[in-house]
């Protein structure tokens, strides 16, 4: 059981997603975004069965247009797997819950 | 389509939608229903395996008499698409692709299932780099830059039009534009170029977009291409209200025995909610959801 998916922001993405100790997915969305609603229950329900030991965040393009500008992020949702400050792989869209578990799996 | 409230709003003039009206207005309830035809799947089907119809009938057919069936119980049609939905104070309120717009006390979702992709080469290839398949989502990252929309009605027009706010050109390709006359004016008044007669053959690029091809042999060079294909589906009009999706593949609506969503006065019914794609299962939903809405309605109005 984790801690809740996390909020990060331009300002605090660095020390919370590139410097963290543990691998993190990093969910890219919007509140007027459908199939970012779509997927978000998925995201929390991952969340409370690998949060122990992933990050489950999430960055509101909107509020934070940094962050996404420096990945190239053109589609929301975007999810990016990061390990070490890197960029393990990403998805785009509301893809099947099978393709979520196989991006976590990369860093497990 | 008069200004008061309605019992019940229906989007999708399909077997699940028809039977719905049927149910909901034989209950006496205020009902409309949204749609075209010429969209429902069956239009162009024939039918060999729907009960009660030994000899093979044509699913245009079916449509057609269902339409008068919901007529003859006083449910009003509305040729045209939804292009937003809303809910709040109980009510939901929806736009149309005219910009007319109204509120109902309940509203059931049949928008049956369509192809959202357009299969050319490139385009897998490019999502989330310049592909995009949500204006509403993306537009916001396209500021500045040229783009294209490829489709044929109204999430295409309207999502073209969207687009101008943002990004510096817009061009529509399309094969032939199908929507509603007061919608085609505002496309011919606007900033939008029209590449009528066409269709996309492949999106072109390495690292992201940076045109397409197009069958004609011309090419547009883009750094964005939004596909909007038909008329905007479950994850644009319903996801927005809150709705939750299957959740294995968030493709279909997730609903009770009583056709209900996770919102109230929300139920949804037919292929939208998922396997089999059948009439027999869109006339059973689409039954249980107009009694359901129908009741429901009058509760509220009740109360
Ligand atoms: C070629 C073919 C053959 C088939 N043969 C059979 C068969 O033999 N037997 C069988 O049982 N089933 C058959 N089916 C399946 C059957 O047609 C579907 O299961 C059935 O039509 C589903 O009904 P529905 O009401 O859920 O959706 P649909 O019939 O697809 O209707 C969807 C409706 O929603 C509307 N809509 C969508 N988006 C919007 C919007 N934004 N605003 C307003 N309106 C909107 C459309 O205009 C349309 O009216 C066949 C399908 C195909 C394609």
Same mark, same amino acid.
């Given at each position: 059981?984790?801690?809740?998916?996390?909020?990060?922001?331009?300002?605090?993405?660095?020390?919370?997603?590139?410097?963290?100790?543990?691998?993190?997915?990093?969910?890219?969305?919007?509140?007027?975004?459908?199939?970012?609603?779509?997927?978000?229950?998925?995201?929390?329900?991952?969340?409370?069965?690998?949060?122990?030991?992933?990050?489950?965040?999430?960055?509101?393009?909107?509020?934070?247009?940094?962050?996404?500008?420096?990945?190239?992020?053109?589609?929301?949702?975007?999810?990016?797997?990061?390990?070490?400050?890197?960029?393990?792989?990403?998805?785009?869209?509301?893809?099947?819950?099978?393709?979520?578990?196989?991006?976590?799996?990369?860093?497990? | 389509?008069?200004? /008061?409230?309605?019992?019940?709003?229906?989007?999708?003039?399909?077997?699940?939608?028809?039977?719905?009206?049927?149910?909901?207005?034989?209950?006496?309830?205020?009902?409309?229903?949204?749609?075209?035809?010429?969209?429902?799947?069956?239009?162009?089907?024939?039918?060999?395996?729907?009960?009660?119809?030994?000899?093979?009938?044509?699913?245009?057919?079916?449509?057609?008499?269902?339409?008068?069936?919901?007529?003859?119980?006083?449910?009003?049609?509305?040729?045209?698409?939804?292009?937003? =939905?809303? $809910?709040? $104070?109980?009510?939901?309120?929806?736009?149309?692709?005219?910009?007319?717009?109204?509120?109902?006390?309940?509203?059931?979702?049949?928008?049956?299932?369509?192809?959202?992709?357009?299969?050319?080469?490139? &385009?897998?290839?490019?999502?989330?780099?310049?592909?995009?398949?949500?204006?509403?989502?993306?537009? $916001?990252?396209?500021?500045?830059? /040229?783009?294209?929309?490829?489709?044929?009605?109204?999430?295409?027009?309207?999502?073209?039009?969207?687009?101008?706010?943002?990004?510096?050109?817009?061009?529509?390709?399309?094969?032939?534009?199908?929507?509603?006359?007061?919608?085609?004016?505002?496309?011919?008044?606007?900033?939008?170029?029209?590449?009528?007669?066409?269709?996309?053959?492949?999106?072109?690029? =390495? /690292?992201?977009? &940076?045109?397409?091809?197009?069958?004609?042999?011309?090419?547009?060079?883009?750094?964005?291409?939004?596909?909007?294909?038909?008329?905007?589906?479950?994850?644009?009009?319903?996801?927005?209200?809150?709705?939750?999706?299957?959740?294995?593949?968030?493709?279909?609506?997730?609903? $009770?025995?009583?056709?209900?969503?996770?919102?109230?006065?929300?139920?949804?019914?037919?292929?939208?909610?998922?396997?089999?794609?059948?009439?027999?299962?869109?006339?059973? &939903?689409?039954?249980?959801?107009?009694?359901?809405?129908? &009741?429901?309605?009058?509760?509220?109005?009740?109360?």
């Amino acid at each position: 059981m984790g801690t809740g998916v996390l909020d990060v922001d331009d300002n605090n993405f660095e020390s919370e997603i590139l410097k963290a100790e543990k691998p993190a997915l990093v969910d890219f969305w919007a509140p007027w975004c459908g199939p970012c609603k779509a997927i978000g229950p998925a995201i929390q329900e991952m969340e409370e069965k690998y949060g122990d030991s992933i990050i489950f965040a999430r960055c509101n393009v909107d509020d934070s247009p940094n962050t996404p500008a420096q990945y190239s992020i053109r589609a929301i949702p975007t999810l990016i797997l990061f390990q070490d400050g890197k960029v393990v792989d990403q998805v785009v869209g509301a893809v099947p819950k099978t393709s979520l578990e196989s991006l976590v799996q990369k860093v497990l | 389509m008069s200004e /008061d409230l309605y019992d019940v709003a229906i989007i999708g003039c399909g077997p699940a939608g028809l039977q719905a009206a049927i149910h909901a207005a034989s209950k006496k309830a205020r009902v409309v229903v949204f749609g075209k035809p010429r969209k429902s799947s069956l239009y162009k089907a024939h039918v060999a395996n729907y009960c009660c119809y030994e000899e093979p009938i044509s699913g245009k057919e079916i449509l057609e008499a269902g339409r008068k069936q919901a007529e003859n119980f006083d449910a009003e049609f509305v040729e045209e698409d939804i292009i937003e =939905t809303k $809910n709040e $104070n109980n009510l939901f309120s929806l736009v149309t692709e005219s910009g007319a717009s109204l509120t109902s006390r309940t509203l059931v979702l049949c928008m049956g299932v369509s192809r959202k992709k357009l299969g050319v080469k490139g &385009e897998k290839r490019l999502v989330g780099r310049g592909v995009s398949y949500c204006v509403d989502c993306d537009a $916001n990252f396209f500021k500045g830059t /040229d783009v294209a929309v490829v489709g044929n009605e109204s999430a295409a027009v309207t999502g073209a039009l969207t687009l101008l706010s943002y990004a510096s050109t817009v061009q529509l390709i399309c094969r032939k534009l199908m929507v509603i006359d007061t919608l085609h004016d505002r496309l011919r008044e606007s900033q939008v170029k029209v590449v009528e007669d066409t269709w996309v053959k492949e999106v072109i690029g =390495t /690292d992201e977009v &940076e045109g397409v091809l197009l069958k004609n042999g011309d090419t547009l060079n883009v750094k964005g291409v939004f596909v909007e294909l038909g008329a905007k589906g479950a994850l644009e009009l319903a996801a927005n209200l809150g709705v939750v999706f299957d959740a294995e593949t968030f493709s279909s609506i997730e609903t $009770n025995k009583k056709q209900e969503t996770n919102i109230p006065g929300l139920y949804a019914a037919g292929d939208i909610v998922g396997q089999p794609w059948q009439i027999a299962k869109a006339v059973g &939903e689409g039954c249980v959801a107009g009694i359901e809405a129908a &009741e429901y309605a009058k509760k509220l109005a009740d109360s």
